[in-house]
């Protein structure tokens, strides 16, 4: 399931061992997909708009849902390693929401990407899809990881959800990054906005699952 194409490796050590027991079908996750695609809540066409972000965003609901799910990370090789290679958009990484689908006796591991996927694809595929120069390290986590530490990263030391990060989360859904350099300004101007957001997502959240 995981490995090598032409621009990304699987990073073994990093990612979690995961038991893919729990997966549902490719028409369950393109209905799941378009969702996502189609809500105004999440800001697709925003490419510097907190991806950690959104994916978290969506495991929560996942979560809530009980339809499962992991986030699937991908590094640039300079960033993670050192060494040549680079994302689209000048990103150091990216992440987006996982979601494991059983066809032919098999499980796949899908993206939730509407930023960067026009349509459902493989983690493999997505990941080589956002490497701009080869090569980049991609891995999967459990959905509630919510972001890598800022100096070494292990398997795990990596920081869970928390209130904290699921605030940040609302507010970057938003659209305001808070812990940004101008972060408070716009956490002051914009508290109308950050609120609607947290009704509409709890609403989200708290109504049933809209696709059982």
Known sequence: MYGYTDKTYFEYDLSDNLVLGNAISLQEANQIFEFFKSHWLFKWNDAHNDCEDRANAI??????WRIPNYKGWVFSGYYLKGEY????????YHVAALLPVYIDNITYLYVIDPATLPQLDTIEYWASNVTEFPYSYYLVKTGNYYIFPAEYIQRDNWHWRDQENTRWTIEGLAGINGVAPDGEYYLNNNRKIIERTRVEFNKLKYGGSPFR
């Open 85 to 92: 290679g680079s994302l689209i958009n000048s990103w150091n």
């Open 59 to 64: 495991c929560i609901l996942l979560d809530q």
